[in-house]
């Protein structure tokens, strides 16, 4: 019996115009979701306008308040809500961000916020979607707080792969190795994790694979569950962090994309991915270390030596001029150390700026992921956000823990079955 499709309440403005609505509801279908414009009055209309006191002028921005006033009332029903506007208006980001808050503080419908341009296609929102439909249908799965069993994570990443195994409730087994060949990767942390934990393939009860290669690493690792990073990761992160009840902030600074997730009670609430370079995101930081001549996990001790670098000229907005605001620094005199913190700091401004408008950040902040090793990019993000971030230990796991501590929920049903 097949499910049905998870329905999301489209709230956006000029995605007809800028001619990617049909990317929109080829994203949607993809993954199970359906679509739809939620319909109200024009005194629905006139009301949220009045209600809201936003002095907008467009008028498909007032429809986009009155939608999202009905479906947080209850006069019309939805599963989850995509709020998107084209990044060249400065109103329809305001309404946009006002609505996301709205949304959140008045309902436990999930929400997510994107700014698109022309070229935006479907497999960018695939991902983004695919995180809606699964909270909608997997919401008391991602309740879970507990792992019991033998079950394994894997996180195959854009540029590291990653294993954990779990049992009852304790890690007993890691891997980690850069991304090369997917399954190679896949099959040397397993591997690893396995002789770390002393049991062999067979003991495994579960498996969850997440990640960039999750399809491809789940067919061959024949995975219980298969799920997008979004959720895996905020389930992981406030899982290590000891923060899975009330509110908490995850930021995931990855190797090709940022993701910014304000979770509830373990369950992501609204979250934003992406950027609009690789210079806000951790493959800026490979290359500045490059250019210092240091290995990567030697870039944070090197940056901690620095106040925090804040006075060297830095853009990271784009990777290739961000290289090049690298070499400037170093040829005007500045140190190596002040060098790797202006590049953090850069780093965490970038995210701030670009990914962290779209959340609403309540502490504890939590920092995940393989740059939140890096501790000058941890210290730049805390005092960007004037607070204390919060790094668990295997903070760099995150999306294999996550996955260890969901695919738990399937050995119930192997049994049952």
């Known amino acids: 019996m097949s499910e049905q499709p998870v329905r999301i309440a489209q709230i956006t403005c000029g995605a007809e115009y800028s001619g990617i609505q049909n990317e929109i509801t080829t994203a949607a279908e ?7 414009y939620p319909d ?10 009045k209600d809201f006191g936003l002095p907008v002028k467009s008028p498909d921005l007032k429809l986009a308040i009155a939608r999202t006033q009905a479906i947080v009332e209850g006069r019309i029903e939805a599963d989850g809500i995509f709020i998107a506007s084209c990044f060249r208006c400065a109103e329809a980001a305001i309404v946009r961000n006002e609505l996301r808050r709205y949304i959140v503080e008045n309902s436990r419908i999930p929400v997510v916020s994107y700014s698109f341009n ?24 991602m309740a879970r707080e507990v792992q019991v069993g033998t079950t394994m994570g894997v996180d195959s990443g854009s540029s590291t792969t990653k294993c954990i195994i779990m049992q009852d409730d304790k890690i007993i087994g890691t891997g980690w190795r850069p991304t090369t060949e997917v399954l190679k990767s896949a099959d040397e942390v397993v591997a690893l994790a396995l002789e770390e934990s002393g049991l062999r393939i067979s003991d495994i009860q579960a498996t969850a694979t997440t990640g960039y290669g999750r399809f491809l690493v789940g067919k061959h690792l024949k995975a219980d569950l298969v799920q997008e990073e979004l959720t895996v990761n905020s389930k992981g992160a406030v899982y290590l962090a000891g923060a899975q009840k009330g509110f908490a902030t995850v930021i995931d600074i990855g190797g090709m ?12 609430g609204s979250f934003t991915m992406g950027g609009i370079c690789a210079g806000a995101s951790g493959r800026f930081l ?8 240091v290995d990567i996990t030697e870039l944070g001790a090197l940056s901690m030596k620095s106040d925090g ?17 690298l070499v400037n620094a170093l040829a005007a005199g500045y140190s190596r150390e002040d060098v790797a913190a202006a590049a953090c700091h850069s780093v965490a401004q970038q995210v701030y700026e670009q990914q962290l408008q779209e959340v609403d950040i309540k502490e504890p902040v939590i920092m995940v992921g393989g740059s939140s090793l890096i501790q000058g990019l941890v210290r730049a993000m805390g005092r960007m956000l004037n607070t204390e971030v919060v790094v668990p230990h295997h903070s760099q796991y995150i999306g294999a823990t996550g996955g260890a501590l969901l695919s738990s929920g399937f050995i119930d049903k192997k049994k049952e079955a």
Request: glycine share 8%; charged share 25%; with cysteine.
């Open 309 to 325: 670098g804040e006075n060297v000229p830095m853009n990271s907005y784009c990777i290739v001029f961000g290289t090049q605001s």
């Open 257 to 268: 994309d940022n993701k910014a997730i304000s979770v509830n009670d373990g369950i992501p």
């Open 118 to 141: 022309e070229r935006t296609g479907s497999s960018t929102l695939l991902t983004r979607l695919e995180a809606l439909t699964t909270i909608a249908r997997r919401r008391s799965l």
């Open 286 to 293: 490979e290359m500045t270390a490059k250019r210092l001549d």
């Open 40 to 49: 109200v009055a024009l005194k629905d209309v006139k009301r949220a306008y």
């Open 30 to 36: 993809t993954v199970g979701g359906k679509m739809f």
